[in-house]
């Protein structure tokens, strides 16, 4: 049998989407070479099983486990369909999992989960002592009968040991009973019922709940041996938890392959992964535990974290103008501390006010401080006499004032500080942060310690830039277009007035806008997506078309709405038009098949709003990768990101050979006319431009109308334009 024929067992469906077999055999042959590959595929056309087909067929020929990964919920509940079509077809072991405290069913931190685990543990083993003492005791007391004396002394040291482990078992109140029946019951039952199917994380919590168990706690003890793994990202890119759970595994590094869904997510979640921070409130805790403290390293632990904490307080005073304090909200916005010819404000704040014997000397100190307090906390847990496990702050504080003296620039990090208002309180507090601007510096690791990876997106080209951003070496790379039939789509570039920041209040640019979004409403049969560079203006051109009778319902999202509750009642409707920012959570992982969603629109060129963080990420890159681009700063962290989420948006239409639909980016400078350096058609890959047709707003209502009378798609008579 080829090795083709060989991994296409795993395959569950009867034939493969166009390009899919192709795919499979180069990632195939990829894997078996031990190489990365960067894998990009457009919406609907089966990327997941390209990659997750070939990674099990290794998996199980060299005993490997394959981890799939992704940051979009949706997602997650798809590879848990695809792995139970695998599983129906060909047997595999997989688990899903997911972080412990949506798991736990006694509510308490992952810090006191440690505890408890480990008190429980002890209680277990003390109780399994005990009957071993209980079964030697009985067998000194018929000794006594024939015995010289020895066997009483013998007897009283048992007794004395027996006396002992009775205390420490009284004394263990701080357990788990859920973890108890785990250690002491028979959880035989619940992995053959685990690995009958795939099982979900919700599935696991009902399962062992109902019978007493902590499933999280089995699941990972079911984890070894497994071919499967599905999990967030943060399984992977922390990489603390992804060293804890390679051990759950019980696989080396090199015996793991990960597959990256919605790979151009990672660059984004790296940073975030690596950034540290460190807010007001947790220094002013630090601070007060310091003062309960009679060690004498309290005295220069107190000297660096009160010097930081006023130095905070004093540098965001200084930022916040007249009236600006009153406005912050409940959410972080940060101030600007960044220096081009020096360090930064809250660095040379700190100098200032600092007095002791040298920073990083007491620095150490109050680490040093820390882990004892930490050690004493969590005794104080386990022996009962505490009943929550503290939080040890000073730790906590020490070590980012640490971190932030060695930080800088060459490290890739940037300080920040933000403030925001508490809910509580009303008052406004600060929190210093270190930004880390190269995601590199986490993903590199990563992915030169595993096996191979796979990272898959409809949108990772340009390859080159992937590549040098995440930090992956020559991998190999397949990019697959939409190959479903041409005639049933349309992208039309319409050439709307470009609307930069400073021409979007621009009445006659609304009114173009505005006019053209209708026509694209009402010509469209079926329900429409629009997206727009933020929610605010979402909510602009909503009011515009609101008084329109003939668009049909008009929603409009925005920030901290149920996104779920709007896109059911999108797909609902039968003429329904949807308002949303490009940045929010409709724009990629989420499928509107046939009439959920016929017309999308992309409106403007969605670019991230500039910040200082913005800034210091195109610094970095501009010194990264000077060599590689004149703009690089530019390129690479601004319009590469911006053309990604737009083409994301495009594809949340036509998602099968059958479908059809419009899609349309409104903004002359997706046109081919001449618009300079503010042009972004050379952006999109050569096979997406090709498709682009340009045409004047006026007339998309007639190119509308003609494509979708061909595909007899309006019910009753179409619209009169």
């Not at 089966?46 to 981890?67: C, I, M, N, Y």
């Not at 590199?444 to 340009?462: C, D, H, I, Q």
């Not at 090709?690 to 979708?708: C, H, Q, S, T, W």
Request: aromatic residues 8%; proline residues 4%; charged residues 30%.
């Amino acid at each position: 049998m080829s090795t083709t024929d060989d991994h296409l067992r795993f395959f569950p469906y009867e034939e493969p989407y166009p390009n899919q077999r192709e795919a499979m055999d180069r990632v195939d042959n990829a894997l078996a070479r031990g190489q990365d590959v960067l894998f990009e595929g457009a919406p609907g056309t089966g990327k997941t099983l390209s990659a997750l087909v070939p990674a099990l067929s290794h998996a199980r020929e060299h005993d490997r486990t394959v981890v799939i990964t992704t940051n979009v919920h949706q997602q997650m509940r798809q590879f848990v369909e695809d792995a139970r079509a695998i599983n129906a077809v060909e047997p595999i072991r997989a688990t899903v999992f997911r972080g412990k405290s949506s798991m736990c069913h006694i509510d308490v931190d992952y810090q006191e989960c440690q505890t408890l685990r480990d008190t429980t543990r002890s209680l277990v083993d003390d109780q399994a002592d005990r009957e071993q003492l209980e079964e030697r005791m009985e067998q000194l007391t018929d000794d006594l009968r024939d015995d010289d004396g020895s066997a009483a002394e013998a007897r009283q040291a048992v007794a004395e040991e027996l006396d002992a482990l009775d205390d420490d078992i009284e004394e263990a109140t701080n357990t788990c009973d859920y973890y108890y029946n785990n250690l002491t019951g028979d959880t035989d039952e619940f992995f053959s019922w685990l690995f009958d199917d795939v099982r979900t994380p919700d599935e696991v919590y009902e399962y062992a709940g109902s019978r007493g168990f902590c499933g999280y706690e089995l699941l990972k003890e079911g984890m070894e041996n497994v071919e499967l793994v599905v999990c967030n990202y943060h399984h992977l890119l922390d990489p603390t938890i992804r060293e804890q759970f390679f051990r759950w595994l019980d696989r080396d590094p090199d015996d793991v392959i990960t597959v990256f869904d919605e790979a151009h997510n990672v660059e984004d979640a790296a940073r975030d992964h690596a950034s540290k921070s460190l807010t007001e409130n947790t220094l002013d805790a630090a601070l007060n535990e310091l003062d309960e403290t009679d060690d004498s390293r309290a005295e220069p632990a107190e000297n660096v974290l009160g010097a930081f904490a006023e130095a905070l307080r004093a540098t965001y005073d200084d930022r916040l103008g007249y009236g600006e304090r009153e406005s912050v909200g409940e959410n972080w916005t940060d101030v600007s501390i960044a220096n081009d010819d020096r360090r930064d404000d809250l660095t040379l704040a700190f100098l200032d006010r600092y007095e002791g014997s040298g920073i990083r000397a007491e620095c150490d100190l109050a680490l040093q401080l820390g882990r004892s307090l930490d050690e004493d906390y969590e005794d104080a847990y386990k022996n009962g006499e505490a009943t929550t496990r503290r939080e040890c702050q000073t730790l906590q504080a020490a070590g980012f004032v640490s971190a932030w003296m060695d930080g800088g620039a060459e490290l890739g990090q940037h300080p920040v500080v933000s403030v925001r208002r508490d809910a509580g309180t009303d008052e406004v507090y600060g929190r210093a942060e270190l930004y880390t601007c190269i995601p590199r510096e986490v993903t590199e690791e990563l992915f030169g310690e595993v096996y191979a990876s796979v990272l898959m997106s409809a949108t990772l080209r340009p390859f080159d830039v992937t590549k040098d951003v995440l930090g992956l070496t020559d991998p190999a790379t397949l990019a697959y277009g939409m190959e479903y039939p041409e005639e049933n789509r349309r992208t039309y570039s319409v050439a709307t007035p470009a609307l930069f920041a400073s021409e979007r209040d621009d009445p006659a640019t609304q009114e173009t806008v505005a006019s053209t979004l209708a026509d694209a409403v009402r010509f469209t049969p079926g329900s429409t997506l629009l997206f727009f560079p933020s929610y605010g203006e979402a909510e602009r051109y909503h009011e515009l078309l609101a008084g329109d009778p003939e668009l049909g319902t008009l929603l409009l999202d925005g920030s901290g709405q149920d996104t779920e509750q709007l896109r059911t009642r999108l797909v609902d409707s039968d003429d329904a038009a949807l308002f949303t920012s490009l940045w929010g959570t409709l724009a990629e992982g989420v499928s509107f098949d046939d009439d959920d969603a016929r017309t999308v629109a992309v409106v403007g060129v969605p670019y991230p709003r500039l910040s200082e963080r913005m800034e210091a990420v195109q610094d970095a890159y501009d010194r990264a990768f000077a060599d590689r681009s004149r703009d690089a700063g530019w390129e690479y962290a601004v319009e590469i990101p911006t053309v990604r989420k737009t083409r994301q948006a495009l594809g949340r239409v036509i998602r099968s050979p059958d479908d059809f639909g419009v899609r349309l980016l409104l903004d002359k400078r997706y046109t081919s006319a001449d618009m300079g350096k503010y042009s972004v058609r050379d952006a999109f890959p050569r096979e997406e431009r090709e498709e682009l047709v340009d045409i004047g707003p006026e007339k998309l209502k007639f190119a509308m109308l003609n494509f979708y009378t061909d595909h007899d798609a309006y019910d009753g008579q179409p619209p009169e334009p």
